[in-house]
């Protein structure tokens, strides 16, 4: 990679500007300070991009008085050359401020000669007439009212943090400048990382009570259960632990158990949580719970179905069920069947407060996502007002599909999940293996429907 070429201007005895060229990065600052004087610091940050680079960095120093051009190596020699360039022109005379006049040593930093800054002596503005009450204590005791004062305590207050804008990039040409010079430039407003930052402060937005977000598409092998899981450890990682549960409400004999990255152990079940939790009580335990769940490793929870089940959960199995996880978490996420008649797919709707509905690019998945709307439609029509269609890639999906998919539907919220070899592979769902695309339109996914549900917060 080309080092760039540096532009540092001395704008005054203790500060100069360094503007990187060809990098689309605004100026970075230098100061010096109590420790290191602005020639040390000058030199130390560009030995530093010498050293990131393993190559000199051509260096254009400019003063009031005049304009040198040095090479800093990845030694630290600091060596005065030819200009490569020609010298801009000035076709205007600009009066010469006092700042700091720079000499290249060779083996050593840019040292800074500094002059002593004249103070004119000129007639001073005249005295306030009426002193400043801030920062002024009156020499008799407070007897009046405090009202006003009051009123100008919130002006002292400490700005609110937003780190979503402030905190320095990670991601991108700025977060790789970031990196390798130890600078702290911020994203870009328009950049994938803001985004992705405003995504994650979505998610942890409030949410209704009793919030469930119900995974379904009447044709099986779509994407539910991998999705739903990912999703749920998504919203945890984002919302904290023992946030988010994820729920097994598919067909017995379902995969549900063989893709979470933690299996659960026998007796971690509904059966057995809904024998040994009264669906009524109020004043169930955290331990209590916690026997029946088990912990994923971003943080959310999962239920799955007892193994060797012979009867599918039927709806107030799945209302007791939710009810009890419900009083104990912000939201649960639901993993359905196939089967719109089962009592559990019935729960699952009627209880959700929004619907994400994956949809692989084939005729026939199309055909069942029409067909899973038009139930939705027959059992909780408002719902569709909060349904997420995602559009997923995979072998053998027909990309000219995507248009006739996405005309044939509603005017529902749509996005887009890119092939993720996980999910198709039938390998268990670990959410750090999840490639960083996939991770990101999952992050992306919850904020959006995070945000159709926090609507319906009063």
């Given at each position: 990679m080309t080092p760039p070429?540096?532009?540092?201007?001395?704008?005054?005895?203790?500060?100069?500007?360094?503007?990187?060229?060809?990098?689309?990065?605004?100026?970075?600052?230098?100061?010096?300070?109590?420790?290191?004087?602005?020639s040390t610091v000058v030199h130390e940050f560009l030995h530093n991009m010498a050293q990131t680079h393993g190559a000199d960095v051509e260096v254009v120093y400019r003063t009031a008085k005049d304009t040198r051009f040095l090479t800093v190596g990845p030694d630290g020699n600091t060596e005065e050359r030819a200009p490569s360039m020609p010298l801009p022109t000035v076709t205007e005379a600009a009066p010469e401020p006092v700042v700091a006049e720079a000499t290249a040593l060779p083996g050593g930093p840019v040292v800074v000669a500094t002059e002593q800054i004249a103070y004119g002596v000129g007639p001073q503005p005249a005295a306030a007439t009426t002193p400043s009450p801030v920062g002024q204590r009156s020499a008799e005791p407070g007897t009046g009212p405090i009202e006003g004062l009051l009123d100008e305590l919130p002006q002292l207050s400490a700005p609110r943090a937003n780190p979503a804008a402030s905190d320095p990039a990670r991601l991108g040409v700025r977060g790789r400048l970031?990196?390798?010079?130890?600078?702290?430039?911020?994203?870009?407003?328009?950049?994938?990382?803001?985004?992705?930052?405003?995504?994650?402060?979505?998610?942890?937005?409030?949410?209704?009570?009793?919030?469930?977000?119900?995974?379904?598409?009447?044709?099986?092998?779509?994407?539910?259960?991998?999705?739903?899981?990912?999703?749920?450890?998504?919203?945890?990682?984002?919302?904290?632990?023992?946030?988010?549960?994820?729920?097994?409400?598919?067909?017995?004999?379902?995969?549900?158990?063989?893709?979470?990255?933690?299996?659960?152990?026998?007796?971690?079940?509904?059966?057995?949580l809904l024998a040994g939790i009264d669906p009524a009580a109020t004043d169930v335990r955290p331990s209590t719970l916690a026997r029946y769940l088990t912990r994923q490793p971003s943080g959310s929870d999962i239920i799955a179905e007892r193994d060797g089940a012979d009867s599918p959960l039927s709806y107030d199995d799945a209302a007791a069920l939710g009810a009890i996880l419900g009083r104990h978490r912000d939201v649960l996420v639901a993993d359905t069947g196939n089967s719109s008649h089962a009592g559990s797919w019935r729960w699952a709707i009627t209880a959700a407060h929004a619907v994400i509905l994956p949809v692989p690019l084939r005729r026939d998945a199309a055909a069942a996502a029409q067909r899973t709307l038009a139930t939705i439609a027959a059992v909780r029509p408002d719902v569709l007002a909060r349904t997420v269609v995602v559009i997923t890639a995979g072998p053998g999906d027909v990309p000219m599909v995507e248009i006739e998919v996405v005309n044939a539907l509603p005017a529902l919220r749509v996005c887009r999940m890119p092939f993720e070899p996980l999910f198709a592979s039938g390998e268990r769902i670990a959410l750090s293996q999840l490639r960083r695309e996939t991770q990101d339109a999952l992050t992306v996914l919850a904020a959006t429907v995070v945000d159709l549900m926090a609507g319906a917060v009063g």
């Amino acid at each position: 990679m080309t080092p760039p070429t540096v532009d540092v201007e001395i704008t005054s005895t203790t500060t100069a500007r360094a503007t990187l060229a060809d990098a689309d990065v605004p100026p970075m600052n230098l100061e010096a300070n109590e420790s290191k004087t602005l020639s040390t610091v000058v030199h130390e940050f560009l030995h530093n991009m010498a050293q990131t680079h393993g190559a000199d960095v051509e260096v254009v120093y400019r003063t009031a008085k005049d304009t040198r051009f040095l090479t800093v190596g990845p030694d630290g020699n600091t060596e005065e050359r030819a200009p490569s360039m020609p010298l801009p022109t000035v076709t205007e005379a600009a009066p010469e401020p006092v700042v700091a006049e720079a000499t290249a040593l060779p083996g050593g930093p840019v040292v800074v000669a500094t002059e002593q800054i004249a103070y004119g002596v000129g007639p001073q503005p005249a005295a306030a007439t009426t002193p400043s009450p801030v920062g002024q204590r009156s020499a008799e005791p407070g007897t009046g009212p405090i009202e006003g004062l009051l009123d100008e305590l919130p002006q002292l207050s400490a700005p609110r943090a937003n780190p979503a804008a402030s905190d320095p990039a990670r991601l991108g040409v700025r977060g790789r400048l970031n990196a390798m010079l130890g600078l702290e430039l911020a994203p870009k407003p328009d950049s994938l990382e803001r985004r992705l930052r405003d995504s994650q402060t979505t998610i942890t937005r409030p949410l209704p009570e009793d919030a469930v977000i119900t995974f379904a598409n009447l044709k099986g092998g779509v994407g539910k259960t991998p999705m739903s899981i990912s999703l749920a450890e998504t919203m945890a990682e984002h919302r904290g632990p023992a946030t988010v549960t994820c729920m097994d409400l598919g067909e017995i004999g379902g995969s549900f158990a063989d893709r979470v990255a933690v299996p659960p152990a026998a007796g971690k079940d509904m059966v057995g949580l809904l024998a040994g939790i009264d669906p009524a009580a109020t004043d169930v335990r955290p331990s209590t719970l916690a026997r029946y769940l088990t912990r994923q490793p971003s943080g959310s929870d999962i239920i799955a179905e007892r193994d060797g089940a012979d009867s599918p959960l039927s709806y107030d199995d799945a209302a007791a069920l939710g009810a009890i996880l419900g009083r104990h978490r912000d939201v649960l996420v639901a993993d359905t069947g196939n089967s719109s008649h089962a009592g559990s797919w019935r729960w699952a709707i009627t209880a959700a407060h929004a619907v994400i509905l994956p949809v692989p690019l084939r005729r026939d998945a199309a055909a069942a996502a029409q067909r899973t709307l038009a139930t939705i439609a027959a059992v909780r029509p408002d719902v569709l007002a909060r349904t997420v269609v995602v559009i997923t890639a995979g072998p053998g999906d027909v990309p000219m599909v995507e248009i006739e998919v996405v005309n044939a539907l509603p005017a529902l919220r749509v996005c887009r999940m890119p092939f993720e070899p996980l999910f198709a592979s039938g390998e268990r769902i670990a959410l750090s293996q999840l490639r960083r695309e996939t991770q990101d339109a999952l992050t992306v996914l919850a904020a959006t429907v995070v945000d159709l549900m926090a609507g319906a917060v009063g």
